[in-house]
Structure formats: structure tokens, C-alpha cells
């Protein structure tokens, strides 16, 4: 094995977690390295002062003061919303904006129709006066569609009633 691997190896063979045959191969190397032998000194010397530290014991309750203080904690998210509400949505505010949204919409709708109703004026000017009197005579022809239609449903009754008129004819024989 070459340092680097063996230099990453140091803190687990100090815990003595690695496979026999790493193990082994570990021990080899140190024995010939004097610069991963350096390396394995310094973990030890820094698992040594680890060791003198006392331990640190938190006050009785803290884990759960901890959650608690976590649970009324804002996200980034819930304080702009907040800050939101409370900058536009104070009581005295609420009816300017309903008011600025009305005039919004409502302009909106008038400003539609209006474009849409020069759209058709420009259009019907343009119009020669045959095209204005077919244009009036649609309707008409709307019509003749709707007649044509109940004179083919009329039709359509008459065939049905062949059937009927047949047996009729059948049994008065």
C-alpha cells in the first residue's frame, strides 16, 4: 500500500476496526515508514488529549428546551410572509386594496370590449354595402339551416311510421 492509503487507513487501525489482512498490511507499512509513523503519532497524541477533556453534561431539561425552542423557530419562508400580512394587509389598507383591485378588473373588462368593439366598427367600415346586406341576410340563412333540419326530422317520423302502418296493413288482411 502507498502512504496516502495507509495515511487514510491510521484512524481506523487505531480503533483496531479494520480486516486481519489490512491490518497487517498497515503494521508492515508503519514499520517502514518513518513518515506514516509520524502520521500514527500525531492521531495518537490527538486521541490522548481528546481523552484528558472532562466531559460536558448540559443542564437537566435541555434537549427538550432545545425542541421547543426549534418548534417556535420561523422557516425563512413563514417570517416574509409575516412581514407580508403585516405590511399590507393592516386593517386600514384592506379596503384601498379591494378597491385598487376592483378598478383594476373593471378597467381591464371596459378596455376589452372597447378594443373589441372598434375592432368591429373598423371592420364593418371597411365592409362594400353587398357585403353589409349579406352580412344582415345570415341569419336568414341561419334559419333556412334550422328548417331544412325539421323537414328531414319530419321525414325521419314518416319512415318510422312505416313499420307501424305495415303491421297495420298485415292484420287488417
Known amino acids: 500500500m502507498d502512504c496516502q492509503k495507509i495515511k487514510k487507513l491510521i484512524p481506523i487501525y487505531l480503533d483496531k476496526e479494520l480486516e486481519p489482512k489490512e491490518m497487517q498490511a498497515v503494521r508492515e507499512h508503519l514499520a517502514a515508514c518513518l513518515a506514516c509513523q509520524k502520521e500514527l503519532k500525531a ?45 399590507f394587509f393592516k386593517k386600514p389598507l384592506i379596503p384601498a386594496l379591494v378597491t385598487a383591485c376592483m378598478i383594476v378588473i373593471a378597467g381591464s373588462f371596459v378596455f376589452y370590449n372597447y378594443s373589441q ?52 296493413r298485415l292484420h287488417a288482411g
Open 117 to 168: 368593439m372598434r375592432g368591429t366598427n373598423q371592420l364593418l367600415a371597411k365592409l362594400s354595402q353587398e357585403d353589409l346586406e349579406m352580412f344582415e341576410n345570415i341569419k336568414l340563412a341561419e334559419n333556412l339551416d334550422l328548417i331544412e333540419e325539421i323537414d328531414f326530422l319530419e321525414d325521419f317520423e314518416i319512415v318510422e311510421n312505416l313499420d307501424i302502418l305495415e303491421t297495420l
Open 43 to 87: 492521531f495518537e497524541e490527538s486521541w490522548a488529549m481528546l481523552g484528558d477533556l472532562n466531559d460536558i453534561h448540559p443542564k437537566p431539561g435541555f434537549v427538550g428546551r432545545f425542541w421547543k425552542k426549534m418548534a417556535l423557530e420561523q422557516s425563512w419562508q413563514e417570517k416574509i410572509i409575516e412581514a407580508m400580512k403585516n405590511s
